[in-house]
Structures are given as structure tokens and as C-alpha cells.
């Protein structure tokens, strides 16, 4: 039986035809969701493309936390809870992140890496909108208000020194916001600390260990620096976009419908907390669903490695959690690693309470409003933070340091930091005055002397009152024993070279506990609303100290990156 063969010459050809034809890519190199992957869809897959939506996601995301820090003062005074308590729920968040970070980090190298982040942003942008369901619960403070144009009852009305106790009703209207006990009070905070902060935590964590390594994985190593620079540098304005929105909207009130008869910058006030929250949570939405379109892995990523050899492929199979342990093991057994991590566990540890709390120092140290100080957060170092984190990158992908030396450089960058913080400490202004007062045994502050125990004050509103000293602050009208107020008046006259002049203020008069301090001999007994005038210029020198190190500590940001991801990596493979 006769059987016919193809030459070999001619089957070579053939061969080498198919051998030089790129693979047709498969559906994990194709942007799209399930068997909606259009064509025309294909071009943006691309890991310029991708580095522009996740620095967008992370700047959103970064605004998020943010956003707490700057309106956490507000939340403070409106649900009347401690900075301790503010404490407890951030340290939720930091918890519940370092749970699942090496999990997550295990695991989800070999997961949908733009999926998985998806998910935990969607989680995010849910946790944002819980953040706004204590307003809706609760409804505006306006409890805290003393507008005697408000026909809500003689609750309300402002405390003279008149020797009658103002009777608390509570079943006035209009007034569900007050926590006037511990229960209203505990279910705030478990609407926003259990379920909103830590909640929040959990998910972003689940996407940040797979974010950068996916871009690392698309790009060619001597690029990786400059792409994360350009994406440390972009994601920077996070955190500052976060602290402008809180400063945005905490210039409304907590209504934003309601004019409350005061101005943002009186202690009483209540911002629209809430309303960022929204305002993320929708964005958050929005740009999870393009991040969500990119497929597991890219098409130039797919072609530069569809030849890998046997072993590779074996060496990243899906890893198994019995060998979870064994991989914790090699990574403590990484000296440079491990020094790594204890360095940055001390920096956070020191840096992370003075960031949250930044607002509410400059608030009592500076004497700045919630806004002001929320501006200034977010505003301070930006151009400076941008600059050092560009130049970092760029002088690092140019001279291209060994390890050594960029460890040494983040030794120095440290110090150098931590010298700020400390000469930090040498600034400030002089605290607020308030004469008459002691502190009890139980560490609470005893606001009744002799010119006010028959006045019938209560702690029930902060309205303070600046004494003719310009130097003195009563917490309220009553406690300053004033008996009446006469409305609004020109500059005050006083006898000091230290009195503060003021218009269009509210002036009481008569005032008991001022005609009986014997430290100087005024010439009235008058005083005037709001918070006395430090003329404090200590203010602009402390914003510029925390630009030069800002700037000088962020040039370390891409060197460090680079550290962590190639000792894990090499640690781990």
C-alpha cells in the first residue's frame, strides 16, 4: 500500500509560519466583564491606562480616610464622645487591616487582581455610605444652638446669671440629634466605628497588596521606578483631597438647608460632616467599575512570557495554605526584610497619631477653626510631597543606587523627620485663660466659683466669652455671671495694653466674675462672644517646618517601595 509523505522542506516552512505568529490572547488578556469584551475596548488595556485609573481609585481612597481624620473633631463635639474613643475606632481600622494583609497578600497574587481590588472598593464606597446614616438617624445638633429665634422651648434660650435652672426637655421637637445618654451615644458610635471604620478597613486591604504588584508585573523593570513615582506622586493628592473636601464642607452646617445665626468659626459650630462622605462613596462607585474592565493580566505581559519554561509556571501555580507557614518562615528569615518592617512599623506608630490628631492640634494649639484647620492639613506640603516623590524616582531610575545605599538614605530621611516633629514642639501659643476654674480629683474641670455658684449655669452649650483682658475666656455668659446682654456694640475700651478690639460682637454686661478679678482694675465689666485673640504668629512658621520635611522625607518614597517589593519577592520565589 502505497503512502504519499510531505517533504520535509516543505513542512519547515510551515512550521516556522505558525512558530512566528503571536498566540491569539485568551479571555484573562482581555479587558471586559464576562462575554462583554468588545474590541473596541482592547486599546485600553495598556499600563499607562491602568496607572491613570488606579491612581485615580487611590487618590479617592486615600481622601476617604482623610476626610475622618479632618471632620473627626466635628464628629467629637456633635456625638460628644472623647479623642480616646476616635482612637479606639482607628486602631480598628489599622487591626483589621494587618489580619488579612498576609492573606490577602498570599493568595492574591494569583487571584483577578482588578477584580479583587474592585471588590474591596465597592466595600469601601458601602462603608461610605454608612458613614452618613448617623445624620439620618439623628438629624442636625441643634442642641448645641442658643439662636433665640428658635421657638423650640426656653431650652434653648441663652444662660444669664439669673439664678434659674434652665429645665432640660427633651421630647422638644426637632431635637432627636441630642445624646443626652449613653445609649444614643453607644449606638453612634457603633453605627460608625463597628460597622463603617473597620469594615472599611478589612475591604481596602483586601485590593492594596495586589494593586502595585499588578503593575509591577506589566512593566519592564527599569521602568518600574518612574511608574512608581508617577503613581506615588498622583496618589498623594489623596490624602489632600480629602482634607480640602472635609475643609469644603464643614463650611456648611450640619443642615445645609438651615441657617444656624453663626459663622463657621464660632465654637458651636457644626459642619455638614456627612456630606463627603456621599460625595466618595459615588466617585468611589464610579471609577471602581473602569478599574473592574482590565483583565487579569496584560497583553504585554502575555506575550513576553507565554514561552515560559515548565518549572516557572509550576513555581507560580496557585499557592496552598499549607505552605502559608513555611512562606512567613522564609520571609523571617530575610534579615533586610525584617529590619524593614520593624523600622516602618515604629514610623507609623509615631507618625500615624500625630497625622489623625493634626486637625485637632492645630485647632487647640493654633486656636484655627475646623475648617481652617482641615484646609491647612490637606494644603500643607503638597507642592513640596509632590516634587520629592518625582525627584525621588527620577534620581533613582538616572544613578540607578545599590540597596545600601538607599537604606542609608531612608536611616537619614527618618532623622530628619523626626528632628522636625521635634523642634515642633518648641512652637505653639499661649494656651486659653480661664479664670476661676480648678480641676477636680476625677481629672474633670470645676467651672463654679464664688461669682457664679448662685447663677444656675449649667454645661449644657459652649458659648465662650473673651473678658475686657483680652486674655480671659469664660465658657459661657453664665459662668462669667453675667445677668443680660446688651446686642452688638463697637470696639471694647479697656484700661490694658492687652485688650482686644473687636465689632460686631455680642456684648453682656454687668458681669460679676470680671468686676471680681483682682489682677487689674478694668474699666467695665463687660464682655464680649467667641474666643479671645492670641494675635499668635507662630502659626506660619510651624506650616513652613512641615513643608521642608515633608519634602525632604518623601524623596525616600519610591527607594522604599522598591525595597519591599524585591526582597519579598526574591524571598517568597
Known amino acids: 500500500m502505497n503512502q504519499r509523505?510531505?517533504?520535509?522542506?516543505?513542512?519547515?516552512?510551515?512550521?516556522?509560519?505558525?512558530?512566528?505568529?503571536?498566540a491569539e490572547p485568551d479571555d484573562d488578556t482581555r479587558c471586559g466583564i464576562g462575554?462583554?469584551?468588545?474590541?473596541?475596548?482592547?486599546?485600553?488595556?495598556?499600563?499607562?491606562?491602568y496607572l491613570i485609573i488606579y491612581c485615580i481609585v487611590g487618590v479617592i481612597e486615600g481622601a476617604h480616610f482623610t476626610y475622618f481624620v479632618g471632620v473627626l473633631t466635628t464628629l467629637e463635639k456633635r456625638f460628644?464622645?472623647?479623642?480616646?474613643?476616635?482612637?479606639?475606632?482607628?486602631?480598628?481600622?489599622?487591626?483589621?487591616?494587618?489580619?488579612?494583609?498576609?492573606?490577602?497578600?498570599?493568595?492574591?497574587?494569583?487571584?483577578?487582581?482588578?477584580?479583587?481590588?474592585?471588590?474591596?472598593?465597592?466595600?469601601?464606597?458601602?462603608s461610605s455610605?454608612?458613614?452618613?446614616?448617623?445624620?439620618?438617624?439623628?438629624g442636625p445638633a441643634l442642641h448645641l444652638l442658643t439662636r433665640e429665634t428658635f421657638e423650640l422651648g426656653n431650652n434653648n434660650k441663652k444662660e444669664y446669671c439669673d439664678g434659674i435652672v434652665p429645665e432640660e426637655n427633651c421630647e422638644r421637637p426637632g431635637s432627636s440629634a441630642t445624646l443626652n445618654n449613653m445609649s444614643d451615644l453607644k449606638y453612634s458610635l457603633l453605627d460608625y466605628g463597628s460597622d463603617v471604620e473597620p469594615?472599611?478597613?478589612?475591604?481596602?486591604?483586601?485590593?492594596?497588596?495586589?494593586?502595585?504588584?499588578?503593575?509591577?508585573?506589566?512593566?519592564?523593570?527599569?521602568?518600574?521606578?518612574?511608574?512608581?513615582?508617577?503613581?506615588?506622586?498622583?496618589?498623594?493628592?489623596?490624602?489632600?483631597?480629602?482634607?480640602?473636601?472635609?475643609?469644603?464642607?464643614?463650611?456648611?452646617?450640619?443642615?445645609?438647608?438651615?441657617?444656624?445665626?453663626?459663622?463657621?468659626?464660632?465654637?458651636?459650630?457644626?459642619?455638614?460632616?456627612w456630606m463627603g462622605f456621599f460625595i466618595l462613596g459615588v466617585a468611589i462607585l464610579f471609577f471602581t467599575v473602569l478599574l473592574a474592565l482590565f483583565p487579569r493580566e496584560l497583553p504585554a505581559r502575555f506575550r513576553s512570557e507565554q514561552n515560559k519554561s515548565k518549572e516557572e509556571e509550576e513555581r507560580e501555580a496557585m499557592p496552598k495554605l499549607k505552605d502559608f507557614p513555611q512562606a512567613i518562615k522564609r520571609l523571617l528569615k530575610n534579615p533586610i526584610l525584617v529590619c524593614h518592617v520593624i523600622s516602618v512599623t515604629f514610623q507609623i506608630n509615631g507618625f500615624v497619631g500625630y497625622f489623625v490628631f493634626m486637625p485637632k492640634f492645630m485647632e487647640a494649639q493654633y486656636q484655627q477653626s475646623a475648617s481652617d484647620a482641615s484646609l491647612f492639613s490637606g494644603a500643607t506640603g503638597i507642592v513640596s510631597m509632590l516634587v520629592g516623590i518625582l525627584l525621588g524616582g527620577f534620581l533613582i531610575k538616572k544613578y540607578k543606587p545599590r540597596p545600601r545605599f538607599l537604606?542609608?538614605?531612608?536611616?537619614?530621611?527618618?532623622?530628619?523627620?523626626?528632628?522636625?516633629?521635634?523642634?515642633?514642639?518648641?512652637?505653639?501659643?499661649?494656651?486659653?485663660?480661664?479664670?476661676?476654674?480648678?480641676?477636680?480629683?476625677?481629672?474633670?474641670?470645676?467651672?463654679?466659683?464664688?461669682?457664679?455658684a448662685d447663677c444656675g449655669c449649667t454645661?449644657?452649650?459652649?458659648?465662650?466669652?473673651?473678658?475686657?483682658?483680652?486674655?480671659?475666656?469664660?465658657?459661657?455668659?453664665?459662668?462669667?455671671?453675667?445677668?443680660?446682654?446688651?446686642?452688638?456694640?463697637?470696639?471694647?475700651?479697656?484700661?490694658?495694653?492687652?485688650?482686644?478690639?473687636?465689632?460686631?460682637?455680642?456684648v453682656f454686661e454687668s458681669c460679676k466674675c470680671v468686676s471680681s478679678m483682682n489682677s487689674t482694675a478694668y474699666a467695665t465689666s463687660s464682655v464680649i462672644s467667641g474666643f479671645c485673640d492670641s494675635g499668635c504668629k507662630m502659626f506660619l512658621i510651624y506650616i513652613i517646618m512641615l513643608c521642608v520635611s515633608k519634602f525632604i522625607s518623601s524623596t525616600a518614597r519610591v527607594g522604599n517601595t522598591l525595597i519591599t517589593f524585591r526582597y519579598v519577592r526574591a524571598t517568597i520565589l
Not at 516543505?10 to 512558530?19: D, G, H
Not at 469584551?37 to 482592547?42: A, E, G, R
Open 199 to 273: 469594615s472599611h478597613a478589612r475591604m481596602r486591604h483586601s485590593g492594596s497588596e495586589v494593586r502595585t504588584p499588578y503593575l509591577d508585573d506589566n512593566v519592564e523593570k527599569k521602568d518600574a521606578p518612574m511608574y512608581f513615582g508617577a503613581m506615588a506622586a498622583l496618589r498623594i493628592f489623596g490624602p489632600t483631597l480629602g482634607f480640602l473636601l472635609s475643609s469644603f464642607c464643614l463650611k456648611y452646617y450640619e443642615d445645609p438647608f438651615y441657617d444656624p445665626g453663626i459663622d463657621p468659626h464660632n465654637p458651636r459650630w457644626v459642619g455638614a460632616w
Open 80 to 126: 460628644a464622645f472623647e479623642s480616646k474613643i476616635s482612637g479606639i475606632i482607628l486602631i480598628a481600622d489599622n487591626i483589621s487591616g494587618a489580619c488579612l494583609s498576609l492573606i490577602i497578600g498570599y493568595f492574591g497574587g494569583k487571584w483577578h487582581k482588578p477584580r479583587l481590588i474592585a471588590f474591596g472598593m465597592v466595600m469601601v464606597a458601602v
Open 407 to 452: 537604606t542609608g538614605y531612608m536611616v537619614f530621611v527618618e532623622i530628619f523627620s523626626v528632628l522636625g516633629l521635634f523642634l515642633s514642639i518648641f512652637l505653639g501659643c499661649d494656651s486659653i485663660q480661664m479664670p476661676g476654674t480648678t480641676v477636680t480629683p476625677q481629672e474633670t474641670l470645676n467651672l463654679y466659683n464664688e461669682c457664679n
Open 459 to 506: 454645661a449644657r452649650v459652649f458659648e465662650p466669652v473673651c473678658g475686657p483682658d483680652g486674655v480671659s475666656t469664660f465658657f459661657s455668659p453664665c459662668f462669667a455671671g453675667c445677668p443680660n446682654m446688651t446686642g452688638l456694640t463697637s470696639p471694647m475700651v479697656t484700661t490694658t495694653a492687652t485688650a482686644m478690639t473687636m465689632t460686631n460682637a455680642t
Open 129 to 138: 455610605f454608612l458613614c452618613t446614616i448617623p445624620y439620618f438617624m439623628y
Open 5 to 22: 509523505f510531505t517533504p520535509v522542506s516543505t513542512v519547515e516552512p510551515e512550521l516556522r509560519k505558525y512558530q512566528d505568529e503571536p
Open 35 to 49: 462575554p462583554c469584551k468588545p474590541s473596541w475596548l482592547q486599546r485600553f488595556a495598556d499600563p499607562k491606562v
